[in-house]
């Protein structure tokens, strides 16, 4: 995908010309600047999506596409790979949701690991899970995808172990591991769950349910990743190695 990408919430409503609008328009119009002539993509998110071309760029928000292709699907990628990310302080968080996201994560699930230091509760955690998912959004525009990654409600220790549980590969990012992902037997369909845990590390109990879940422990490389970078450089490590990047 080379076009800019932009998100309309039904494309079955989208006919041969279509007006963008809204906070979307207004980001074609006044932020990126396009001009007729130049292509476009059109997707829900989801896997729809149909390119076509701007024919007007009218006021600050509102611009017109034509020459519409019909809407394709692209099919969901195999292995589908879900990184656990714990919790990290401040706008960490984002940060890793939104590498994750260019690298091609398939979904995301917060957890709220025992030795994480914040903790969402209430509105604050609503909140912060709509800036994860927003944050989801605008990375999967970004990097001009058109299936964005998924992102989860906040998952307890139990919940993790239960996707675990049910993935066909599944694997933690701890120092205990005697094995490195790198030379790890991935499958070639399937789910891969990878589990990252906050800056304190999984706790001993934790790694005690996930490996009774079915999951192992495993290590990067020589050096100590942070939370926010460690989930990124593994799918893109897992990318690689599953072909999905070749």
């Known amino acids: 995908m080379t076009a800019p990408v932009f998100v309309v919430d039904r494309l079955d409503r989208v006919g041969p010309e279509f007006v963008l609008d809204g906070p979307e328009g207004r980001h074609a119009v006044s932020v990126k600047r396009l001009r007729p002539g130049e292509d476009v993509v059109l997707t829900d998110g989801h896997g729809r999506w149909a390119e076509g071309v701007v024919k007007a760029a009218e006021g600050k928000d509102r611009l017109v596409v034509g020459d519409l292709d019909p809407v394709h699907e692209e099919p969901p990628a195999a292995p589908r790979i879900t990184v656990v990310q714990a919790l990290p302080k401040g706008d ?3 940060l890793a949701v939104e590498t994750m996201t260019e690298v091609g994560v398939d979904a995301v699930v917060p957890w709220q690991a025992s030795r994480c230091i914040t903790q969402w509760k209430g509105e604050r955690g609503l909140k912060a899970l709509g800036k994860w998912r927003a944050t989801a959004r605008e990375a999967g525009k970004q990097s001009r995808r058109v299936r964005f990654p998924e992102v ?7 919940q993790v172990a239960a996707l675990l549980a049910g993935a ?8 205990s591991g005697d094995e490195r992902l790198a030379t790890a037997e991935l499958p070639a369909q399937g789910e891969i769950v990878l589990v990252v845990g906050p800056e304190g590390g999984v706790s001993p109990e934790e790694l005690a349910v996930f490996t009774e879940a079915g999951a192992k422990p495993y290590v990067l490389g020589p050096t100590v990743l942070r939370t926010s970078t460690a989930g990124t450089a593994a799918a893109a490590l897992l990318l690689g190695r599953t072909g999905r990047w070749s």
């Open 152 to 158: 989860a409600d906040t998952a307890t220790t139990r």
């Open 92 to 94: 960490r968080g984002e």
């Open 168 to 175: 066909d590969f599944a694997a933690v990012l701890h120092e």
